[in-house]
Protein backbone atom coordinates (compact mmCIF):
# COMPACT_ATOMS: atom_id res chain seq x y z
CA UNK A 1 0.00 0.00 0.00
CA UNK A 2 0.60 3.86 0.04
CA UNK A 3 2.63 5.42 3.15
CA UNK A 4 4.53 8.11 4.29
CA UNK A 5 7.09 8.03 7.20
CA UNK A 6 8.77 11.59 8.65
CA UNK A 7 10.78 12.23 11.39
CA UNK A 8 9.31 12.65 14.49
CA UNK A 9 9.55 16.30 16.32
CA UNK A 10 9.15 18.71 17.65
CA UNK A 11 12.64 19.82 16.13
CA UNK A 12 13.97 23.17 17.80
CA UNK A 13 16.52 25.21 16.09
CA UNK A 14 17.78 28.12 16.39
CA UNK A 15 17.20 31.05 13.48
CA UNK A 16 19.86 30.76 10.78
CA UNK A 17 20.43 27.04 11.58
CA UNK A 18 20.15 23.97 8.64
CA UNK A 19 16.77 22.44 8.79
CA UNK A 20 16.36 18.67 7.64
CA UNK A 21 13.52 16.91 8.01
CA UNK A 22 12.98 13.26 6.63
CA UNK A 23 10.67 11.91 4.63
CA UNK A 24 10.40 8.34 3.16
CA UNK A 25 7.46 6.89 1.16
CA UNK A 26 6.24 3.47 0.00
CA UNK A 27 3.78 3.27 -3.07
CA UNK A 28 3.14 1.78 -6.44
CA UNK A 29 4.06 3.02 -9.40
CA UNK A 30 5.02 6.49 -9.61
CA UNK A 31 3.35 8.71 -7.15
CA UNK A 32 3.58 12.79 -6.55
CA UNK A 33 5.36 14.33 -4.11
CA UNK A 34 4.30 17.04 -1.21
CA UNK A 35 5.28 19.29 1.15
CA UNK A 36 2.59 21.08 2.98
CA UNK A 37 3.55 23.86 5.85
CA UNK A 38 0.14 24.71 8.89
CA UNK A 39 0.85 27.83 10.56
CA UNK A 40 -0.35 27.86 14.10
CA UNK A 41 -4.97 27.87 13.97
CA UNK A 42 -4.25 27.80 9.99
CA UNK A 43 -5.48 25.17 7.14
CA UNK A 44 -2.55 23.80 5.22
CA UNK A 45 -1.14 25.92 2.46
CA UNK A 46 1.34 23.70 -0.20
CA UNK A 47 4.95 24.80 0.18
CA UNK A 48 6.77 22.87 -2.67
CA UNK A 49 6.17 19.44 -4.73
CA UNK A 50 7.25 17.24 -7.84
CA UNK A 51 6.01 14.97 -9.87
CA UNK A 52 9.07 12.42 -11.30
CA UNK A 53 12.21 11.23 -10.02
CA UNK A 54 15.02 14.10 -9.64
CA UNK A 55 12.84 16.70 -9.60
CA UNK A 56 13.62 19.44 -7.12
CA UNK A 57 10.71 21.48 -6.19
CA UNK A 58 11.59 24.75 -4.70
CA UNK A 59 9.99 27.66 -2.63
CA UNK A 60 11.12 30.23 0.16
CA UNK A 61 14.62 28.87 0.62
CA UNK A 62 13.18 25.83 0.71
CA UNK A 63 14.18 22.49 -1.32
CA UNK A 64 13.44 18.79 -1.72
CA UNK A 65 14.39 16.32 -4.19
CA UNK A 66 12.51 12.96 -5.64
CA UNK A 67 14.51 10.49 -4.72
CA UNK A 68 13.19 7.56 -6.25
CA UNK A 69 16.33 5.05 -5.36
CA UNK A 70 15.89 5.94 -2.06
CA UNK A 71 11.99 6.48 -1.95
CA UNK A 72 12.51 9.74 0.02
CA UNK A 73 11.49 13.73 -0.64
CA UNK A 74 13.56 15.46 2.43
CA UNK A 75 13.04 18.55 3.04
CA UNK A 76 15.89 21.21 3.20
CA UNK A 77 16.52 24.62 4.03
CA UNK A 78 20.00 26.35 4.56
CA UNK A 79 18.86 29.16 7.11
CA UNK A 80 15.73 29.09 9.07
CA UNK A 81 14.09 32.37 10.83
CA UNK A 82 11.68 32.41 13.64
CA UNK A 83 8.95 32.92 11.01
CA UNK A 84 9.13 29.62 10.03
CA UNK A 85 7.89 27.84 13.18
CA UNK A 86 4.94 25.58 12.09
CA UNK A 87 3.96 22.24 11.22
CA UNK A 88 5.57 20.48 8.39
CA UNK A 89 4.08 17.62 6.38
CA UNK A 90 5.16 15.52 3.61
CA UNK A 91 2.68 14.04 1.16
CA UNK A 92 2.32 11.59 -1.65
CA UNK A 93 -0.43 11.57 -4.12
CA UNK A 94 -0.57 8.19 -6.03
CA UNK A 95 -0.74 8.55 -9.64
CA UNK A 96 -4.20 8.48 -11.15
CA UNK A 97 -5.89 8.02 -7.90
CA UNK A 98 -8.28 10.86 -7.85
CA UNK A 99 -5.63 13.07 -6.45
CA UNK A 100 -6.01 11.90 -3.10
CA UNK A 101 -2.96 12.69 -0.57
CA UNK A 102 -1.78 10.37 1.65
CA UNK A 103 0.18 12.42 4.87
CA UNK A 104 2.91 11.62 7.24
CA UNK A 105 1.98 12.36 10.62
CA UNK A 106 3.81 15.59 10.68
CA UNK A 107 7.07 17.63 12.17
CA UNK A 108 6.27 20.45 14.25
CA UNK A 109 9.33 23.01 14.02
CA UNK A 110 9.89 25.90 16.16
CA UNK A 111 12.81 28.51 15.34
CA UNK A 112 14.41 30.57 18.12
CA UNK A 113 15.43 34.12 18.20
CA UNK B 1 -11.76 35.14 -4.21
CA UNK B 2 -12.42 33.55 -1.14
CA UNK B 3 -10.51 30.10 -2.24
CA UNK B 4 -12.00 26.92 -0.13
CA UNK B 5 -14.38 28.08 2.77
CA UNK B 6 -15.89 25.64 5.78
CA UNK B 7 -18.83 26.20 8.02
CA UNK B 8 -19.05 26.01 11.15
CA UNK B 9 -15.30 27.08 12.44
CA UNK B 10 -16.20 25.48 15.84
CA UNK B 11 -18.97 23.28 17.25
CA UNK B 12 -19.91 21.45 20.15
CA UNK B 13 -22.39 17.56 20.06
CA UNK B 14 -23.06 15.50 21.86
CA UNK B 15 -23.22 11.81 21.56
CA UNK B 16 -25.41 11.20 18.98
CA UNK B 17 -26.58 14.24 17.51
CA UNK B 18 -26.18 14.70 13.84
CA UNK B 19 -24.55 17.58 11.89
CA UNK B 20 -23.23 18.78 8.40
CA UNK B 21 -20.17 20.50 7.41
CA UNK B 22 -20.05 22.37 4.62
CA UNK B 23 -17.30 23.11 2.42
CA UNK B 24 -17.50 25.95 -0.54
CA UNK B 25 -14.79 26.55 -3.26
CA UNK B 26 -15.02 29.75 -5.98
CA UNK B 27 -11.80 28.03 -7.85
CA UNK B 28 -14.32 25.47 -10.32
CA UNK B 29 -12.74 22.84 -9.08
CA UNK B 30 -13.27 19.73 -9.94
CA UNK B 31 -12.20 17.49 -7.39
CA UNK B 32 -12.87 17.75 -3.50
CA UNK B 33 -11.85 16.32 -0.47
CA UNK B 34 -12.73 15.64 3.29
CA UNK B 35 -9.81 14.68 5.50
CA UNK B 36 -9.63 14.68 9.01
CA UNK B 37 -6.70 15.76 11.89
CA UNK B 38 -6.30 14.04 15.22
CA UNK B 39 -2.63 14.57 17.16
CA UNK B 40 0.33 12.46 15.87
CA UNK B 41 -1.70 10.95 12.66
CA UNK B 42 -1.58 13.71 10.34
CA UNK B 43 -4.32 13.90 8.23
CA UNK B 44 -6.51 10.99 6.95
CA UNK B 45 -8.78 11.05 4.05
CA UNK B 46 -12.35 10.49 4.40
CA UNK B 47 -14.41 10.85 1.49
CA UNK B 48 -13.83 12.74 -2.11
CA UNK B 49 -15.04 13.61 -5.15
CA UNK B 50 -13.90 14.01 -9.04
CA UNK B 51 -17.28 15.68 -10.16
CA UNK B 52 -20.24 17.03 -9.50
CA UNK B 53 -23.18 13.83 -8.55
CA UNK B 54 -19.92 11.86 -7.84
CA UNK B 55 -18.38 10.83 -4.49
CA UNK B 56 -15.95 8.19 -3.16
CA UNK B 57 -14.86 5.81 0.03
CA UNK B 58 -11.54 7.27 1.87
CA UNK B 59 -9.23 5.70 4.40
CA UNK B 60 -11.68 6.37 7.07
CA UNK B 61 -15.21 6.76 5.81
CA UNK B 62 -17.02 4.89 8.64
CA UNK B 63 -19.79 7.47 10.28
CA UNK B 64 -19.60 9.85 7.61
CA UNK B 65 -21.20 10.94 4.59
CA UNK B 66 -20.93 13.28 1.60
CA UNK B 67 -23.00 14.80 -1.14
CA UNK B 68 -21.76 16.88 -4.04
CA UNK B 69 -24.92 18.08 -5.47
CA UNK B 70 -23.46 21.30 -6.67
CA UNK B 71 -19.64 21.84 -8.15
CA UNK B 72 -18.81 24.85 -5.46
CA UNK B 73 -20.23 22.56 -2.81
CA UNK B 74 -18.85 19.59 -0.47
CA UNK B 75 -21.08 18.83 2.34
CA UNK B 76 -20.01 16.26 5.19
CA UNK B 77 -22.26 14.70 7.32
CA UNK B 78 -22.74 12.81 10.91
CA UNK B 79 -25.68 10.91 11.27
CA UNK B 80 -24.77 10.19 14.61
CA UNK B 81 -21.85 11.46 16.82
CA UNK B 82 -19.62 9.69 18.42
CA UNK B 83 -16.62 10.95 21.09
CA UNK B 84 -14.13 8.91 18.23
CA UNK B 85 -15.10 11.78 15.86
CA UNK B 86 -14.17 14.79 17.42
CA UNK B 87 -11.21 16.17 15.63
CA UNK B 88 -10.47 18.62 12.98
CA UNK B 89 -12.27 18.72 10.01
CA UNK B 90 -10.54 19.88 6.68
CA UNK B 91 -11.82 20.46 3.35
CA UNK B 92 -9.62 20.63 0.19
CA UNK B 93 -10.06 21.27 -3.64
CA UNK B 94 -7.72 20.70 -6.08
CA UNK B 95 -8.24 21.16 -10.34
CA UNK B 96 -8.70 17.69 -12.45
CA UNK B 97 -5.86 15.92 -13.30
CA UNK B 98 -3.26 12.82 -13.19
CA UNK B 99 -0.45 14.51 -11.75
CA UNK B 100 0.99 17.19 -9.33
CA UNK B 101 -1.97 19.50 -9.29
CA UNK B 102 -1.88 21.11 -5.89
CA UNK B 103 -5.19 20.97 -3.26
CA UNK B 104 -5.97 23.80 -1.84
CA UNK B 105 -7.53 23.78 1.86
CA UNK B 106 -10.05 25.49 4.33
CA UNK B 107 -9.48 26.58 7.55
CA UNK B 108 -10.47 23.90 9.17
CA UNK B 109 -14.02 23.03 11.54
CA UNK B 110 -12.93 21.82 15.13
CA UNK B 111 -15.76 19.49 16.27
CA UNK B 112 -15.82 18.42 19.63
CA UNK B 113 -18.40 15.57 20.80
CA UNK B 114 -18.85 14.88 24.27
Known amino acids: GNSVTQMEGPVTLSEEAFLTINCTYTATGYPSLFWYVQYPGEGLQLLLK?????DKGSNKGFEATYRKETTSFHLEKGSVQVSDSAVYFCALSPYNQGGKLIFGQGTELSVKP | NAGVTQTPKFRVLKTGQSMTLLCAQDMNHEYMYWYRQDPGMGLRLIHYSVGEGTTAKGEVPDGYNVSRLKKQNFLLGLESAAPSQTSVYFC?????????????FGPGTRLLVL
Open chain 2, 92 to 104: ASRAAGTRGETQY
Open chain 1, 50 to 54: ATKAD
